[in-house]
């Protein structure tokens, strides 16, 4: 049962370069979510997607684009990194059943660094 | 605008000792709050949920209340041990929406020395 699994786990690009960081959860969860942790800044949520084929904005989105093309995968792309983005970027899925709500299930994160 | 905050950041007791974590949130309107543990490197593992409607919920050694009138979180954590040093972050979520986007705290550093 391999939960959230985000890749690559480490990353270093050069400032205008792209890359996509992908995330596959494999709990048929609906919700999936992109989050940045930065020291002294907390969690803050890059976007999210609420199913297959859906996206949002979350507090921090510029920068940044993500597509959900099948409900266990979640991309999240740089298209032209800036050093702003060097950060340690957290995947996580989440579930509602019968109304009730189950809680997140986080991916063990990658850390990108912008040079 | 929602507002969490942890105190203390960091806390250090020696093995054996019944501590307290504390989570403090601003609006009152929330539809859950979750404490997490992160280890040093590693993503959140999510520890506790309490849903609006519940006062408290207990796994283990660890127990978390819940007082929504007063915005007030606790994280009891008994015969604390070595192997609970880390990161423990507490979440709320808001009512707004289905998407359940959580509101986060800082952080509590904690230190289990044997």
């Known amino acids: 049962n391999a939960g959230v699994t985000q890749t690559p786990k480490f990353r270093v690009l050069k400032t205008g370069q792209s890359m996509t960081l992908l995330c596959a959860q494999d709990?048929?969860?609906?919700?999936m979510y992109w989050y940045r942790q930065d020291p002294g800044m907390g969690l803050r949520l890059i976007h999210y997607s609420v199913g297959e084929g859906t996206t949002a904005k979350g507090e921090v989105p510029d920068g940044y684009n993500v597509s959900r093309l099948k409900k266990q995968n979640f991309l999240l792309g740089l298209e032209s990194a800036a050093p702003s983005q060097t950060s340690v970027y957290f995947c996580?899925?989440?579930?509602?059943?019968?109304?009730?709500?189950?809680?997140?299930?986080f991916g063990s994160g990658t850390r990108l660094t912008v040079v | 605008k929602q507002e969490v905050t942890q105190i203390p950041a960091a806390l250090s007791v020696p093995e054996g000792e019944n501590l307290v974590l504390n989570c403090s949130f601003t609006d009152s309107a929330i539809y859950n709050l979750q404490w997490f543990r992160q280890d040093p490197g590693k993503g959140l593992t999510s520890l506790l949920l309490i849903q609006s409607s519940q006062r408290e919920q207990t796994s283990g050694r660890l127990n978390a209340s819940l007082d929504k009138s007063s915005g007030r979180s606790t994280l009891y954590i008994a015969a604390s041990q070595p192997g609970d040093s880390a990161t423990y972050l507490c979440?709320?979520?808001?009512?707004?929406?289905?998407?359940?986007?959580?509101?986060w705290g800082l952080g509590t550093s904690l230190a289990v020395n044997p």
């Open positions: 996580a899925s989440s579930y509602v059943g019968q109304g009730i709500y189950y809680g997140y299930t």
């Open positions: 979440a709320v979520s808001g009512n707004a929406g289905n998407n359940r986007k959580l509101i």
């Open positions: 709990m048929n969860h609906e919700y």
